[in-house]
């Protein structure tokens, strides 16, 4: 891989890996779902109270911040192979990219998490 | 053991905040600073270096900090919801979110420091740097008020 085609894959990745953790974590889309207490990994977005009472969720809390970032990570991973195949005078376009997505990811990030300190 | 890893999760943060603060300010500190003032010494190092480092220590920092977290979901965070802590939650999870962005961005970083200082990707350098920079801060204090809540505020 030549060092333009370099270039343009980490650029295309960073922009891409904030995007999708954004979209992961608004549409809960993680690639599996962590269950600590019980040392359990399932595959996909699973919810505790779907399959028992809500009052006993702390029984089973489940943790879907490593399945985000998988989601995240191989979205990311699919656009910098493609951003590395395409031509090089795109390289403008992926550095613009990285510059502007990870701060905007940031800020929906915030916005997602506003629930948290309206309790 | 998740005592061991949150100790070595917070030294290895403060390795971490030390190197991008000091490349931060060596970035952005103006270039008329004079030589022998605080700045003139911040400017004076090569900022470059840290480069490795930072990413490193990043990567280890995360790492240990993915691990504990499992501990913290298990035996703390049901206490910190007990007690309402909702602010603190909040914080933790934009800390999370933060934390895995820079993560994403860590390759580009990297990218950009080891091109020729004089390269078309400085001003990029510069952006992904400080942003890097804020992330690491937040996630700093973030953690150190976690770790002290049962104090903190009290």
């Known amino acids: 891989m030549s060092a333009s085609a370099v270039r343009r894959f980490v650029f295309a990745f960073g922009a891409a890996f904030g995007l999708f953790y954004a979209i992961a974590r608004a549409r809960g889309l993680a690639l599996f779902t962590v269950y600590p207490a019980q040392a359990i990994v399932l595959l996909g977005t699973h919810r505790s109270r779907d399959v028992a009472d809500p009052v006993l969720d702390f029984l089973a809390p489940e943790m879907y911040w490593y399945g985000w970032t998988a989601s995240a990570a191989i979205g990311a991973l699919v656009i910098g192979l493609v951003a590395a195949l395409l031509p090089g005078r795109l390289y403008w376009f992926w550095a613009w990219c990285v510059w502007i997505i990870p701060p905007m990811a940031m800020i929906a990030c915030v916005y997602l998490t506003i629930p948290w300190f309206r309790l | ?154």
């Open chain 2, 1 to 154: 053991m998740a005592t061991t890893l949150l100790i070595l999760h917070g030294l290895v943060a403060v390795a971490l905040i030390g190197a991008i603060t000091h490349q931060a300010l060596a970035t952005c500190a103006p270039p008329n600073t004079k030589p022998h003032s605080f700045f003139g010494r911040f400017r004076g190092i090569p900022a470059a270096r840290f480069a490795n480092a930072i990413t490193v220590l990043y990567l280890a920092s995360t790492l240990l900090g993915a691990v504990v977290y499992l501990y913290f979901k298990v035996d703390i965070q049901p206490n910190l919801e007990r007690d309402r802590h909702w602010h603190a939650m909040g914080f933790l999870d934009l800390k999370e979110d933060f934390i895995v962005i820079g993560l994403g961005i860590l390759p580009a970083y990297w990218f950009c420091w080891h091109q020729p200082a004089s390269s078309r990707h400085n001003h990029l350098r510069s952006s992904l740097t400080l942003l890097l920079a804020f992330i690491v801060w937040w996630s700093f204090l973030v953690g150190h008020v976690m770790n002290n809540i049962r104090g903190f505020g009290s």
